[in-house]
């Protein structure tokens, strides 16, 4: 499907801020609710001890979808036989490594195993179809969460088809462990909720409501209307679905009353961590949803820096998996962001490089300064242009900041524009911070890199947005930012000069 660049942002907020709410619950998970204003932080530990920034069962067991749905396409992909099976395949394998594995999901992928060694072969989808409607027929109780967080990834395969075959599709997929009605539904809901979020940058949890019969589509606008009464820490019995659809959209509905874009991504999921008990399950779930409605670029860089987890992937690779499935063109191994280095080999004047005027221990650049970062002892690297994982050679994955600004003045190109280019500043001032040498680079250094100085150089030297441009001019003669990047420094003058006089007035009194 053809995206415009904020709905591909979007696409490719989905499965990183699920992970990062996922990683940011892992820590508290089975905790009681915190009070109001508590930290929340990917600290890791709690009772599975996760490593700080990993991702748990939840972002794991969503991965094997994204691959199925590349790998077979919308088009009976992740609900074809073999598209099943490739999931099942990989969730047992998973499993049999995982430090965590949900007890009805492990209940069931345990039977499917026996199901499949009795006839001889390997496990197969149908084997987890089986094992989950007899362990809902002996249990009558099959409606855990484990099925509804992992599901986001089936909708992005489906932003250009019609909700109603999204909502088949993910009913099929959460009877693999979870037969229960409520279990499908709550499925079928939520990932209607993110196509639409990702289509058009709204959150609305009641747009699949239409699709349900009356009776059950009764009954979930009620649900729906509690949890916008409700915060997440009522709802004790979070390992639920229903509990765990409400505590997700509680969260957001909550925060959404005092934040807005990325702010309330943030304050939404640790809101849902502040909840308790199921953490780490019910902010993934929120996570799929608002990085749908904000995008990557509205997932804090702190959250983004570090987050990992089964199989070896990083936050590059799940904002990859969104992006190619939100275009329904599969793997990309040419092109950004899954090549290995893209080329800028056309472009001339990329070999700028001078210190910052502020500090010396930051260097601005454009991309051909990347060839000197060893020669240069630069530690870490902010990039605010397409690269590929080999293009910084010799800088680690977490000491490699990327943030997607692209030099444009229409404000549709660019999500968030101001919290970018501040987040980008941000992880100047944290490899800073940890006594790293920085290269800050575009492609020429000429527009996206000089904004970035401005608002990082204003922070340390304690002067305005425009007067620290000024100097950095005067170090990088080619710079010119555009009139939108001019704009936000002029924006963020206002504020500083409000926020000077506000300190002026309080001393006077």
Known sequence: MKLNPLQNDRAAGVLVALAAGDALGAGYEFGAPLPDGAEVTMKGGGPFGFAPAEWTDDTSTAIPIAEALLEFGSDGGASSPAGLTMVVRAWSSWAAEAKEVGAQTSAVTATARRLAVAAGREVEAADFTAAAADFHARTGRSAGNGSLMRTAPLALAYLDREPSELMAAAGELSALTHADPDAREACELWCVAIRHAVLTGLLDVRVGLRLLPAERASLWLERIETAERSRPRDFSR??????????????????????????????????????????????????????????????????????HGWPGLRARDLMGLGMELGRGEGHRS?????????????????????????DDGVWLGGVGSLERVTELGIDAVVSLCRLGPLDAPGVAPEDHATFWVVDSAVEGDNAHTAF???????????????????????????????????????????????????????????????????????EAETTTDSAAGGATRAGAR
């Open 238 to 307: 979070n390992g639920w679905v229903v509990e765990a659809f409400q505590g997700a959209w509680s969260a957001i509905h909550y925060a959404g009353l005092s934040a807005a874009g990325p702010a309330h991504l943030r304050a939404s999921l640790e809101e849902a961590v502040r909840g308790g008990r199921d953490t780490d399950t019910v902010a993934a779930i929120a996570g799929g949803l608002l990085g749908a409605a904000y995008g990557y670029t509205a997932v804090p860089f702190a959250w983004r820096q570090r987050l």
């Open 334 to 358: 040419t092109s950004w962001p899954r090549a290995e280095r893209h080329d800028y080999s056309m472009w001339s004047r990329t070999d700028a490089l001078v210190r910052h005027p502020h």
């Open 420 to 490: 970018v280019l501040g987040e980008a500043a941000a992880a100047v001032e944290r490899y800073r911070a940890e006594g790293k040498t920085v290269l800050l680079h575009c492609v020429r250094a000429e527009s996206r890199t000089p904004t970035v100085a401005a608002v990082y150089g204003a922070r340390v030297s304690q002067i305005s947005p425009l007067e620290a441009l000024e100097d950095v001019r005067r170090a990088l003669p080619s710079a010119r930012p555009n009139p939108l990047f001019m704009q936000v420094l002029a």
